[in-house]
């Protein structure tokens, strides 16, 4: 039986007569912009009225015609598995319908932004002038869902949580009424970073709760609160419209140098496992602990483990394109996903989806990026570890190059290869999806080649297998039934007081307290503090956006005066409190070395001092570029100075302005550092990976005892980061410093002194 299509202004009474009658297990009711049909003991449906989507009615059940064609199909039944409505939709798809599914798009802004980095236009105008609202689809939107057939979209920033609601609604209806009615997957980067300058209110939400980065909530050394920040980050993500996260990044951290080394969960395989299955299960459980929709899925990076960088240059560019293993120590990488993320404690059982990284596995089959290797992904992931779930490349892999300093394409090892010969070897690697790429055409000329190598009927079922792959995840999470948002449940949801506390409670837990000389800390009175400013280089990021020099307070000081009275002069202070950050060593690569007659290839360093690398390896273990004419990348003796060399001058200056006062120094970490050069004119060092000031003046005021455990090392000097292998976890020799205690993995300070409990005993 077919219900006609309803007119959106009937009201919901009559609606309800009109789709349910007597002895019907199913109720209507209108929405703002949408209608929800809930079946008794069944899935609940929402749909746009005008999408021309109708409603069947089969033994008293409703369910929504997707395909528009009068029958209740099998990928249509809600009460079937979602592996059967999966294959069944798959063999119904065309051949554009399946390439769309491979696609993940580029990063979107809602709104998009005039130009630059996420740029979009309404109508042929950018936002402001078209007269669209925020919440609008762009025109670039519109056509990769329409023409291209694109249906997984990475979104990056938001205006408003609502704003997000509203798009997810206003692209749901517009891809509702094409072909099969195949929602959007919307996916995103890690979100829930904290603001340092905004202050928490317990009374009030934000924008979206504000968590410590992993790095962070790894140094709590607990499992149960990773799984905590999942399960509430997953129903924000979900309120929001998303129901993908491209996280959680489970890279061990055996190289310190490497610049995303702060997204991961630290170096030890055996926490990182704990921690990544704990992520994972909190994302993908929702209500009964299965598949819901508070569930999103999670996509784990970066197979086979993004840590070992030579040298800690990064894979995002052509000089970092290469991973290698001195140490032969592939497995201990290999574990936080064999044993971690596919292997969870709740029924979700394996993570959703696994994304490759970059990099040029050295050794490990071909010599081609991981998302081009056959051997990596379908001989050891599929194969031997039994893997059957979505793998999706790291974005722009397919991408064409030019050079190994450029922040384009990152097609290494196939850069001579054209754009369709890079999707084939993709897709004859075993991998599902192309991350970043708007356009389905590369994608039929890998079809082509494909057939002409193997035939039709393969490629058609190679085709399949993925399209089966990627539509499980969105059956599993609801999309199907139920892709539509209540925008004022949004705003209820995201950053709710509820979750910000969390949130807070996480970041107070995730500070480490590593020197509290003669029991400095904590500062319970509301002593008079002095903070010095601190100076910030100009820089330019990834995309070429230039942030000038400036000099500013590290702290923001309204609210360290709710804590201690500021003063700015240090002679009336009672102590003195100096904000820093990690050593900026930069990345690697220097092109003024090329202009001089070198190999471009110098040292990162970990401390702030001018560093040469004497102890180097004088040949490369990896090497090869198209854009090179040599293989040899070693840095053995080169210079390299630190962009925030201020930082350890600031703090030795305040210490000998001081005198005998107290200098207590707050350290933002986003990788190991060499604290010789700082330590000494330290009374207390305090470091974090991305909290709420207030968290650190809690900790610092004695309201908040400090628990956190270091998850890495912290390195004595550069000579044993110049000796430690790429591979290999927890293998420097750690700084002791001038108390007697030595900053290893697992160590951290209370009040009473060094921590030793069950934390420390289980990973240590």
């Known amino acids: 039986m077919i219900i006609n299509k309803v007119n959106f202004a009937i009201s919901t009474l009559t609606l309800t007569l009109l789709l349910g009658s007597c002895g019907d297990k199913f109720t209507t009711e209108e929405k703002d912009g949408y209608v929800r ?88 105008k950018a936002l402001k002038e078209s007269g669209a609202s925020s919440s609008d689809l762009s025109d670039q939107q519109k056509k990769f869902l329409e023409e291209d057939h694109l249906r997984h979209v990475l979104i990056t920033r938001v205006e408003t949580p609502s704003v997000a609601a509203q798009w997810n609604n206003n692209a749901q ?119 819901g929709l508070e569930s999103a899925n999670a996509m784990v990076k970066h197979w086979p483990g993004g840590g070992p960088e030579e040298g800690g240059r990064d894979g995002h560019f052509g000089y970092g ?76 892999i397919t991408n064409d190059v030019t050079s190994v300093d450029k922040f384009q394409g990152k097609s290494w090892g196939v850069e001579t290869k054209t754009v369709a010969e890079r999707h084939y070897m993709v897709i004859e690697a075993g991998v599902d999806q192309f991350g970043g790429n708007n356009d389905k055409e590369p994608i039929l000329e890998a079809y082509k080649m494909g057939v002409a ?170 090497g090869g570029s198209p854009f090179e004419d040599f293989k040899n990348r070693s840095f053995n003796g080169k210079t390299v100075k630190t962009r925030n060399v201020t930082d350890m001058t600031l703090v030795n200056e305040t210490k000998s302005k001081m005198g005998d006062k107290p200098v207590v120094v707050v350290a933002h970490v986003s990788k190991p550092m060499v604290f010789s050069e700082i330590e000494k004119s330290s009374s207390a060092i305090l470091i974090h990976m991305g909290v709420q000031d207030q968290a650190i003046m809690e900790i610092i005021s004695g309201a908040f005892e400090p628990s956190a455990l270091l998850p890495f090392q912290m390195p004595s000097d550069m000579a044993t980061v110049e000796k430690q292998f790429e591979d290999v976890p927890r293998d420097m020799t750690p700084y002791s410093d001038a108390d007697g205690n030595t900053y290893d993995f697992a160590f951290g300070l209370n009040w009473s002194g060094p921590i030793n409990d069950e934390r420390v005993a289980k990973y240590k």
């Open 37 to 124: 049909v809930n079946n008794t003991n069944g899935s609940d449906l929402t749909f746009h009225p005008e999408s021309g989507v109708q409603l069947l009615k089969v033994d008293q059940y409703a369910f929504k015609d997707l395909n528009r064609n009068g029958t209740l199909d099998s990928y249509e039944d809600w009460r079937l598995s979602d592996d059967e409505r999966a294959k069944n939709l798959a063999s119904k798809l065309s051949l554009e319908d399946i390439a769309g599914l491979m696609l993940y798009s580029s990063h979107q802004s809602i709104p998009g932004a005039s130009q630059g980095f996420g740029a979009a236009t309404y109508n042929g």
């Open 173 to 291: 209806a517009f891809v509702e009424g094409i072909g099969f009615g195949i929602p959007i997957n919307t996916s995103s980067d890690p979100r829930h970073g904290s603001d340092s300058y905004t202050e928490y209110n317990a009374g009030a939400g934000g924008a979206i709760s504000m968590w410590p980065g992993t790095l962070g909530i790894a140094a709590s050394f607990d499992p149960g609160l990773m799984q905590q920040f999942g399960e509430i980050a997953s129903k924000e993500y979900r309120a929001l419209g998303i129901a993908t996260a491209l996280s959680p990044q489970i890279d061990l951290a055996t190289e310190p140098r490497w610049s995303r080394f702060d997204g991961t969960m630290g170096e030890d395989p055996d926490l990182t496992t704990d921690l990544a299955r704990a992520y994972v299960d909190g994302f993908q459980s929702s209500e009964d602990g299965n598949w």
């Open 321 to 396: 394109a290469y991973a290698v293993y001195p140490g032969k120590n592939l497995k201990d990488h290999l574990q936080p996903f064999t044993q971690g993320a596919f292997k969870l404690n709740g029924p979700t059982k394996m993570a959703a989806a696994v994304m490759p990284y970059y990099t040029i596995s050295h050794g490990e089959g071909e010599a081609v990026g991981n998302g081009f290797n056959k051997y990596l992904i379908t001989e050891v992931l599929r194969g031997e570890y039994g893997y059957d779930g979505v793998v999706c490349t790291d974005w722009g």
């Open 453 to 622: 190598e193997h035939g039709e009927e393969y490629m058609r079922q190679r085709f399949e297998a993925s399209a089966v792959r990627l539509l499980k995840n969105m059956f599993r999470v609801g999309l199907f039934e139920n892709p539509y948002l209540d925008v004022s449940e949004t705003e209820k949801i995201v950053g709710n007081p509820e979750f910000m506390k969390a949130g807070f409670n996480a970041q107070l837990r995730s500070v480490v307290m590593l020197k509290n000389h003669n029991g400095v800390l904590p500062i319970k009175d509301k002593r008079k503090v002095y903070i010095p400013k601190r100076y910030i280089a100009p820089s330019t990021n990834w995309w070429g956006i230039v942030t000038p020099e400036r000099t500013e307070s590290p702290f923001n000081l309204e609210v360290v005066s709710k804590y201690f009275e500021v003063v700015n002069d240090l002679k009336v202070a009672d102590f003195a409190l100096v904000g820093i950050k990690s050593p900026d060593g930069g990345v690697g690569y220097d092109k003024s070395d090329v202009e001089k007659g070198g190999n471009g290839y110098v040292p990162i360093s970990l401390q702030y001092d001018s560093y040469t690398a004497n102890e180097a390896r004088e040949t490369s273990l990896a």
